[in-house]
């Protein structure tokens, strides 16, 4: 018996000690961490609002993957980096860090280029370079096979948005019904957000002013769920346009006041500038 | 009989049984006392009862700082601590120091004890200077010299000190440099003009050569206006020879300023810089150590956290708790937002 008691505490001793003991770390490793470390750091940053601090975080990380031809966390950190500038309104360093995965895409999984390439009509979208956009769109919409593909309510949604801007309302409306069905089914709110946004807009064109509150409301109570201010912003904005064009002045002014007000807190001189022409060309 | 048998051999067997286990139970308390009294022994080694120390002293203006057990340092290692910090009747403060006797031979009897503080958020240490080593290793109940590390502000009023005459030299430097009216752009400018104007005699010359090779062949009358000119020329050539001279003289007896001034100027320079860089890696003695070490210590202080932190994710049990790290994406959100994609599987 006691023989047995010394030959079990022999056996569990060693092998606890086994188990207590850490692995030592390669450089390969350390360096691996201390990426991963920033891209956590970097998504607190946005957490906490400081996109700036968040995109100083990925360049860096972002540097460590070039330096060790790390493909897969380049592709990662390259459209984060291009994500949190597009955010910052700088375009063009936007459009530099998606450069990276869009030049040579044969490096990169096909759902990083996918997204490369509709952050890129995104980026086209913004600066009403439409046909740039459909350019990119479409090759985003090529690429995106339907069951690897997360990013296909994002590319309906963007499908609309474009057709929006191109005057094809009525369009635009009816590809938003498969685009919020996606989003739900996905349970992806801040898509729906979008969907609902583009689809109010939409119908305020058509001159559906009803349906086009409903919509925008629905989606200003949906990003404010995010706490996304961005995002809040362009639904003022909307929601002011739409006032705008019922003829209520005092309910597009609050509208307009609001917008400028977040996108004031929310660090976004683009959208500053926007609600303030708009609070402006209001008689 | 086979009755009675069989209860006593189950008694038997209880008997060993319970034998075996006190036999057990002794082992494993003398194993027990025997890993207390170890530990106590580690304890007390660690403590430094078991180690021989030498007794020092030194004198201080103040108390503040100085606390009982504080530790004693040599370059960076702990050679002792403060045993007993007292007020003398003449107001001063007596701090006695235990120190490491497998250290005495390091120490010399001229060592000078520093206050100083383990970077800005570190905790106040004695520090020991070994001395020249003319008076041989610290002897037990020797009285050591004390002072004070500067404090922060005064190194960096210091610093400041140091740097703003670099930058008035400097300024003194370009003025006297770019001044239109000062003599170094004067002579410049002159020597300029007068090389002008030599340029334009050579040219002057060399037509009248060759003018002269015309005249050999025509008239002696007209040789005679040449030599005329050719004089003309050669005065407006010593006269633009002269200007330059001057304007070089001039140049001549700037330039020893000039380069004197830069000379020192480039001399505060270094200086500063070597300040700067002596802050910057804390190796400036009696000046900012602080401020100089508290990027370090804080950048080894996180490393070394991370280091602990990281360990214990990869120890059994807890690797098993932890989730695996992954690179972060964030979404192609089609409204310009800002937003992590969940993880795979979690959607």
Same mark, same amino acid.
């Given at each position: 018996?006691? =023989?047995a008691?010394?030959?079990?505490?022999?056996?569990l001793?060693?092998?606890l000690?086994?188990?207590?003991?850490?692995?030592?770390q390669?450089d390969?490793?350390?360096?691996?961490?201390r990426?991963?470390?920033?891209g956590?750091?970097?998504?607190r940053?946005?957490?906490?609002?400081?996109?700036?601090r968040a995109?100083g975080y990925?360049?860096e990380?972002?540097?460590i993957?070039?330096a060790?031809?790390?493909f897969?966390?380049?592709?990662?950190?390259?459209?984060?980096?291009?994500a949190t500038?597009q955010?910052?309104d700088?375009?063009a360093?936007?459009?530099?860090?998606l450069?990276?995965?869009?030049?040579e895409p044969?490096r990169?999984?096909?759902?990083?280029?996918?997204?490369?390439?509709g952050?890129r009509?995104l980026?086209a979208l913004?600066a009403?370079?439409?046909?740039?956009?459909?350019e990119?769109?479409g090759?985003?919409e090529?690429?995106c096979?339907?069951?690897?593909c997360?990013?296909?309510?994002?590319l309906?949604?963007?499908?609309?948005?474009?057709l929006?801007e191109? @005057?094809?309302?009525?369009?635009?409306?009816a590809?938003?019904?498969?685009a919020? =069905?996606?989003?739900?089914?996905?349970?992806?709110p801040?898509?729906?957000?979008?969907?609902?946004?583009?689809d109010?807009?939409?119908?305020?064109?058509?001159g559906?002013?009803?349906?086009?509150?409903?919509?925008?409301?629905r989606?200003?109570?949906?990003d404010?769920?995010?706490?996304?201010p961005?995002? *809040?912003?362009?639904?003022l904005?909307?929601?002011?346009?739409?006032?705008? =064009?019922?003829?209520?002045?005092?309910?597009a002014?609050?509208?307009?006041?609001r917008a400028?007000?977040?996108?004031?807190?929310?660090g976004?001189?683009r959208?500053?500038e926007?609600?303030q022409?708009?609070?402006?060309?209001i008689? | 009989?086979?009755?009675?048998?069989e209860?006593?051999?189950?008694?038997?067997?209880?008997?060993?049984?319970?034998?075996?286990?006190?036999?057990?139970s002794? &082992?494993f308390?003398?194993?027990a006392v025997?890993?207390?009294?170890?530990a106590?022994g580690?304890?007390?080694?660690?403590?430094g009862?078991?180690?021989r120390?030498?007794?020092?002293?030194?004198?201080?203006?103040?108390?503040?700082?100085m606390?009982?057990g504080?530790?004693?340092?040599?370059?960076?290692?702990?050679?002792?601590?403060?045993d007993?910090i007292?007020?003398?009747?003449?107001?001063?403060v007596?701090?006695?120091?235990?120190?490491?006797?497998?250290y005495?031979?390091m120490?010399? @009897?001229?060592?000078?004890?520093?206050? =100083?503080r383990?970077?800005l &958020? @570190?905790?106040?240490v004695?520090?020991?200077?070994?001395?020249s080593?003319?008076?041989?290793?610290?002897?037990?109940?020797?009285?050591?010299?004390?002072?004070?590390?500067?404090?922060l502000?005064?190194?960096?009023?210091?610093l400041?000190?140091?740097i703003?005459?670099?930058?008035?030299?400097v300024?003194?430097?370009?003025t006297?440099l770019?001044?239109?009216?000062g003599?170094?752009?004067?002579?410049?400018?002159?020597?300029?003009?007068a090389?002008?104007?030599?340029?334009?005699?050579r040219?002057?010359?060399k037509k009248?050569?060759?003018?002269l090779?015309e005249?050999?062949?025509?008239?002696?009358?007209?040789l005679?206006?040449?030599?005329?000119?050719?004089n003309g020329?050669?005065?407006e050539?010593?006269?633009?020879?002269a200007?330059?001279?001057?304007?070089?003289?001039k140049?001549?007896?700037?330039l020893p300023?000039?380069?004197?001034?830069m000379?020192?100027?480039?001399e505060? *320079?270094r200086?500063a810089?070597?300040? &700067?860089?002596?802050v910057?890696t804390?190796?400036?003695?009696?000046?900012?150590g602080?401020a100089?070490?508290?990027?370090?210590?804080?950048?080894?202080?996180?490393s070394?956290?991370n280091e602990?932190?990281r360990?214990?994710?990869q120890?059994?049990?807890?690797?098993n708790?932890v989730?695996p790290?992954?690179?972060?994406?964030?979404?192609?959100?089609?409204?310009?937002?800002?937003?992590?994609?969940?993880?795979e599987g979690?959607?």
């Amino acid at each position: 018996m006691r =023989a047995a008691i010394l030959l079990v505490a022999g056996l569990l001793a060693p092998a606890l000690c086994g188990c207590g003991s850490v692995p030592p770390q390669s450089d390969t490793d350390a360096r691996r961490e201390r990426q991963t470390d920033l891209g956590e750091r970097a998504q607190r940053a946005i957490g906490r609002g400081e996109v700036g601090r968040a995109a100083g975080y990925y360049r860096e990380a972002l540097r460590i993957a070039e330096a060790t031809e790390d493909f897969p966390a380049i592709g990662v950190y390259a459209l984060n980096l291009a994500a949190t500038y597009q955010a910052l309104d700088e375009a063009a360093l936007a459009q530099g860090a998606l450069d990276k995965v869009l030049a040579e895409p044969a490096r990169f999984e096909q759902p990083l280029v996918v997204e490369a390439a509709g952050r890129r009509a995104l980026l086209a979208l913004q600066a009403r370079q439409l046909d740039t956009a459909e350019e990119w769109l479409g090759r985003a919409e090529r690429d995106c096979a339907p069951a690897s593909c997360k990013a296909q309510v994002a590319l309906q949604n963007l499908r609309g948005q474009l057709l929006l801007e191109r @005057g094809n309302a009525a369009e635009a409306r009816a590809v938003m019904v498969g685009a919020l =069905a996606g989003a739900r089914a996905e349970g992806n709110p801040e898509e729906e957000a979008n969907a609902l946004r583009v689809d109010g807009r939409a119908a305020a064109r058509l001159g559906e002013h009803g349906e086009a509150l409903a919509a925008l409301n629905r989606a200003l109570d949906l990003d404010k769920r995010s706490g996304l201010p961005r995002k *809040i912003a362009l639904d003022l904005i909307a929601l002011a346009e739409v006032e705008i =064009a019922r003829g209520e002045r005092a309910a597009a002014r609050d509208y307009a006041r609001r917008a400028l007000a977040v996108s004031r807190a929310g660090g976004s001189k683009r959208q500053q500038e926007e609600a303030q022409r708009l609070l402006e060309s209001i008689p | 009989m086979s009755m009675i048998a069989e209860p006593m051999k189950m008694v038997s067997e209880m008997r060993a049984g319970l034998r075996d286990i006190a036999v057990a139970s002794r &082992i494993f308390l003398v194993v027990a006392v025997l890993a207390l009294v170890a530990a106590i022994g580690v304890l007390a080694w660690q403590q430094g009862a078991l180690t021989r120390t030498i007794d020092v002293s030194f004198f201080a203006g103040t108390a503040d700082g100085m606390n009982k057990g504080m530790a004693v340092k040599l370059v960076g290692f702990k050679v002792g601590s403060v045993d007993a910090i007292s007020v003398t009747p003449d107001l001063r403060v007596k701090v006695s120091v235990k120190l490491d006797e497998k250290y005495r031979n390091m120490i010399d @009897g001229d060592a000078v004890v520093r206050l =100083a503080r383990e970077g800005l &958020i @570190g905790g106040n240490v004695l520090e020991v200077r070994p001395g020249s080593g003319d008076k041989g290793p610290i002897k037990d109940k020797a009285v050591l010299r004390y002072e004070r590390e500067p404090a922060l502000d005064a190194a960096v009023v210091a610093l400041v000190d140091q740097i703003a005459p670099v930058i008035a030299d400097v300024k003194q430097v370009t003025t006297f440099l770019a001044s239109p009216e000062g003599d170094f752009r004067q002579a410049i400018g002159n020597a300029n003009r007068a090389a002008a104007a030599l340029v334009e005699t050579r040219a002057d010359l060399k037509k009248l050569i060759a003018s002269l090779g015309e005249g050999f062949d025509r008239s002696e009358k007209q040789l005679a206006a040449v030599l005329d000119t050719t004089n003309g020329l050669l005065q407006e050539t010593r006269a633009s020879v002269a200007v330059l001279d001057g304007s070089l003289r001039k140049m001549d007896a700037a330039l020893p300023g000039i380069a004197t001034k830069m000379d020192q100027s480039l001399e505060n *320079i270094r200086v500063a810089s070597e300040a &700067i860089r002596g802050v910057a890696t804390g190796q400036l003695p009696g000046l900012v150590g602080d401020a100089g070490t508290l990027v370090g210590e804080g950048s080894a202080l996180v490393s070394d956290t991370n280091e602990i932190v990281r360990g214990a994710k990869q120890t059994w049990p807890v690797r098993n708790l932890v989730p695996p790290r992954q690179e972060l994406r964030l979404r192609l959100d089609s409204g310009g937002g800002l937003s992590a994609m969940p993880p795979e599987g979690k959607r």
